[in-house]
């Protein structure tokens, strides 16, 4: 063997930089299901399905082009457990002349591949991930040059460097941004198109069983396991995305309904992250849309947002604050994750919903995950690590160089405001503008306190005033403050007590 070629389980196409010179006759590639990763977080059953089953096909696909491919599944007797292990199983068996990989997505992994050079004494080319539109380096350049790292700035960036929804020098419509239009609710809809569902092959149904089987007390279960395994199916479902929910997408994309988890969100980050599509060809697909008249600019200047924008972004701010971003708790927020994370056995209407779905679907839209998820826990005062890893485990789109920075920075402001310019904290008032949840609840949203009332009225006030040391001095929560201080010693006493006797009835493992 002349190159041994490793593959991860999120590097799934063939225009990989480690594939660009790769010879079906003289190089090797190697790719293995193992247990170190499928352990380092409790991941979901869909999610480990998912990667197995898309890795098991994009095996397929490269023998089919010729090459060699040495898969390991993780039920084969002889699997050493761990990426540098079958490493070197590999090498052992097969003496390569060299191992070439693209840059893991994530620290942990990326520093193993490091250490390979000397472990095995053979040289290791570790190549750039061109799946991103822009490279670390330029990222951390960007960075320097500025006072402050505001993703608004950064996108518009983007947007000339890549000349999407460009008009020569000036953005398409006038404005750069569009979300001032994109914050209405949602009302339930039955002739909403549905997504594609892609039912299992028999590569999927073997996974689905050895999932079944070896993670059995994971969270969920694979019954209705339908995500596409493919590039062919995730082009599939791209296309459905572009024609049937793009047009209407931004408009709602902040709302959210008890009824429709999915509503038109386009559902591809999990194909996006593993690598079965490519970010810029499905930016470049909706571009077309909306050029074409089959969508309007609302729609698709934030779903381009979304993925020039704060998807570089964050993988950007990950390799800038890694590894010690991971323990950012500027709030120093220690409490466990209530047993409801798991179960979403609550009566709070609209974290027993989105936590429902989540074990269902392996997915929440990002208002979902942002303001119910991540707003009570950050109220509440979680510990931010167990959230992350949390988030880490449950959605099946999630990678650590995108979930982290998204939980730890936006979610939490654990990094006390390195990435976002105030806490993403809200009262049950913007929970009830933006969905039905509290149609249904038990909790009263337009209570502000006393047992009844909505746990995030009084958390809210709660969270400002714990934490007035670590917020006073944030320009942007001036009013806030002065709010607060308007309100007369009784309410005060009111919200902080309903918030304390909450936190003890959580804190006893009562049931809120
Ligand atoms: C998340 C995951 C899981 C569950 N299993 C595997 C695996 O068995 N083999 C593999 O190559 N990759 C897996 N992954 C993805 C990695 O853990 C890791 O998150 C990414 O490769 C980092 O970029």
């Not at 002349?97 to 390979?116: D, G, P, Q, Y």
């Not at 190549?127 to 991103?132: G, L, P, W």
Request: aromatic share 12%; proline share 4%.
């Amino acid at each position: 063997v002349r190159n041994l070629i490793f593959i991860l389980g999120d590097q799934l196409t063939l225009s990989l930089s480690s594939l660009e010179d790769a010879d079906p006759e003289q190089d090797l590639i190697l790719m293995c299901e193992v247990m170190q990763e499928a352990t380092y977080a409790h991941h979901h059953k869909l999610k480990i399905a998912l990667i197995f089953s898309a890795m098991r096909h994009f095996a397929i696909e490269l023998r089919e082009k010729g090459f060699q491919v040495r898969y390991v599944a993780l039920d084969d007797p002889d699997n050493a457990g761990s990426f540098t292990g079958e490493l070197a199983r590999t090498v052992a068996a097969t003496s390569p002349k060299r191992i070439i990989a693209t840059e893991a997505c994530e620290w942990r992994v990326l520093e193993m591949m490091e250490s390979w050079q000397s472990a095995f004494g053979l040289p290791v080319e570790i190549r750039a991930d061109t799946r991103f539109l822009l490279s670390k380096q330029a990222f951390q350049t960007w960075a320097q040059s500025r006072r402050s790292l505001t993703m608004e700035y950064f996108y518009r960036d983007m947007r000339r460097r890549t000349g999407l929804l460009m008009n020569g020098r000036d953005p398409e419509g006038g404005r750069w941004n569009f979300d001032a239009d994109n914050r209405k609710p949602a009302k339930p809809d039955l002739f909403r198109p549905t997504h594609p569902r892609f039912p299992p092959d028999t590569v999927t149904a073997d996974v689905l069983a050895l999932v079944e089987s070896i993670f059995a007390h994971n969270m969920g279960s694979t019954a209705r396991f339908s995500f596409a395994v493919t590039r062919a199916d995730a082009q599939k479902a791209a296309d459905a995305f572009v024609r049937d929910f793009l047009p209407d997408f931004g408009e709602t994309q902040d709302a959210m309904l008890k009824e429709e988890p999915f509503l038109n969100h386009s559902l591809l980050s999990f194909y996006i992250n593993i690598g079965l599509l490519d970010p810029f060809e499905i930016c470049r697909m909706a571009e077309r849309a909306y050029l074409e008249g089959r969508a309007p600019l609302n729609s698709v200047e934030g779903f381009i947002r979304q993925i020039i924008g704060w998807r570089e972004y964050i993988r950007g701010i990950y390799w800038l604050k890694m590894p010690g971003y991971k323990k950012s708790n500027i709030f120093n927020a220690k409490r466990p994750l209530p047993d409801f994370f798991w179960t979403g056995d609550t009566d709070m209407a609209c974290v027993a919903s989105v936590i429902t779905q989540t074990i269902t679907h392996a997915y929440a839209h990002h208002i979902q995950r942002l303001m119910v998820v991540g707003n009570f826990s950050m109220l509440a005062g979680l510990d931010p690590y167990a959230l992350h890893k949390w988030y880490l485990a449950v959605y099946a789109d999630a990678f650590e160089w995108v979930e982290l920075p998204n939980v730890i920075g936006m979610s939490q402001f654990a990094d006390g405001g390195f990435m976002s310019s105030k806490p993403y904290a809200a009262s049950g008032a913007y929970i009830a503008r933006m969905s039905n949840y509290c149609d249904s609840c038990r909790y009263d949203v337009s209570k502000k306190s006393g047992k009844d009332a909505c746990p995030f009225n009084a958390l809210y006030w709660d969270f400002i005033i714990r934490n007035a040391n670590s917020l006073s001095k944030n320009r942007r929560l001036t009013q806030t403050f002065a709010a607060w201080d308007r309100m007369s010693p009784e309410k005060k006493q009111a919200y902080r007590g309903s918030a304390s006797l909450f936190l003890q009835r959580l804190d006893d493992g009562e049931r809120v």
